[in-house]
């Protein structure tokens, strides 16, 4: 008989020896190269950072480099220096992945380019993330490739930004990096890990570019589709905020309760909606729905809009968490940071201090 008694804390070590044997030597600082690093730590694989000997810039914010490099062997080298280089090329010989976040160029400046290490070691898979890509000489005609850049300017360029709009329509600052997480690292674990399997298959390593940027644009499959969607509809381009999942569906947007807290409303089906109906007791409003052709732009959509501002402004946040408790209808609370972290669902992340979101589900 199986075992149905899943526990998050298990699970999550259960997974810790999937990358065991993996070694990766690790040139990245700050954030994005930093984070993918010790994704794949939790996975088991064998990190050894090598930093600078004025160090990660991230150690300057304290809790942010311990976080993102426990667990890993690190070491300091001068990169201007021959023997800190040559000590560089020592750990590589036998490494599966070298990952690193230095601009275009500066690896062949100090002779890691991928020439030079495939020569050492003709296995060895390059990973780079980079801001704006890098131009090979092909098909790239762009001249952003060595340009500074930060989190909020990907975001910006990628047209990523722009989405992030307050019900009013104004500019949106986000405070968590995007680019640097989606766009940089779990992008960089995607293609780092599709190499390494290539390489065990032919015996043939690579040099792969990962473009924080381009990463980005790619990640708005949503906005590109809905956007479309909602113009042949209305005639019009929506703005974000008014676009199919941006606030236009009474069934999928946020409400604010009477303590000017925030309720996350994912009816976005019929029987979903159907229920929310049902807890609010506006069960006139069952049929208001995008399935059963009652579009946005329509009259009876704005007004089932309206009825359930108004509704969910009439009673605290904790009335409607109490009110939603037992029905399956995809509205929840939004959560500050402090109530998510106190909340069963993360309670075994920040005690056990894995940055995995898996299960490794045992019969």
């Given at each position: ?47 050894i950072k090598i930093e600078p000997k004025g160090g990660d810039p991230a ?102 930004l722009d989405q992030l709009r307050t019900a009013t329509g104004e500019q ?192």
């Amino acid at each position: 008989m199986a075992n149905n008694d899943i526990s998050n804390t298990s699970a999550i070590s259960q997974m810790s020896d999937c990358l065991q044997g993996l070694r990766i030597i690790d040139l990245t600082r700050n954030l994005p190269g930093p984070f993918a690093t010790r994704l794949l730590a939790d996975l088991g694989a064998d990190i050894i950072k090598i930093e600078p000997k004025g160090g990660d810039p991230a150690r300057a914010l304290g809790g942010l480099f311990d976080a993102l490099n426990h667990g890993k062997t690190i070491e300091k080298v001068d990169f201007r220096d021959e023997k800190g280089i040559a000590s560089v090329k020592e750990h590589l010989k036998n490494a599966d992945v070298m990952l690193d976040s230095f601009r275009p160029g500066v690896l062949k400046g100090m002779g890691l380019d991928a020439q030079t290490l495939h020569a050492i070691n003709p296995k060895l898979v390059i990973v780079s993330i980079t801001g704006y890509g890098m131009v090979d000489g092909s098909d790239v005609t762009h001249d952003w490739a060595d340009k500074a850049g930060h989190d909020i300017n990907f975001m910006a360029m990628s047209g990523v930004l722009d989405q992030l709009r307050t019900a009013t329509g104004e500019q949106a600052m986000p405070n968590v990096q995007f680019a640097d997480l989606a766009g940089g690292s779990d992008t960089a674990v995607i293609a780092l890990l599709a190499a390494v399997f290539a390489a065990q298959r032919t015996g043939k390593g690579r040099h792969v570019a990962v473009s924080m940027t381009h990463s980005l644009y790619n990640h708005m499959v949503m906005p590109k589709a809905t956007g479309t969607l909602v113009k042949s509809f209305s005639g019009q381009n929506p703005p974000p905020q008014h676009d199919f999942l941006g606030g236009l569906l009474p069934c999928y947007r946020l409400y604010k309760t009477s303590d000017d807290r925030y309720m996350a409303v994912g009816s976005l089906e019929l029987k979903f909606w159907q229920g929310l109906c049902e807890v609010l007791e506006l069960s006139e409003l069952k049929d208001a729905h995008w399935q059963r052709g009652v579009m946005p732009n329509l009259p009876a959509s704005k007004e089932a809009a309206a009825k359930v501002t108004e509704k969910f402004a009439s009673q605290p946040l904790e009335f409607w968490q109490q009110a939603f408790k037992l029905a399956d209808v995809c509205v929840t609370p939004v959560l500050s940071l402090e109530e998510a972290k106190a909340h069963p669902l993360f309670a075994h992340q920040d005690e056990h201090d894995s940055t995995i979101g898996w299960q490794d589900i045992k019969s």
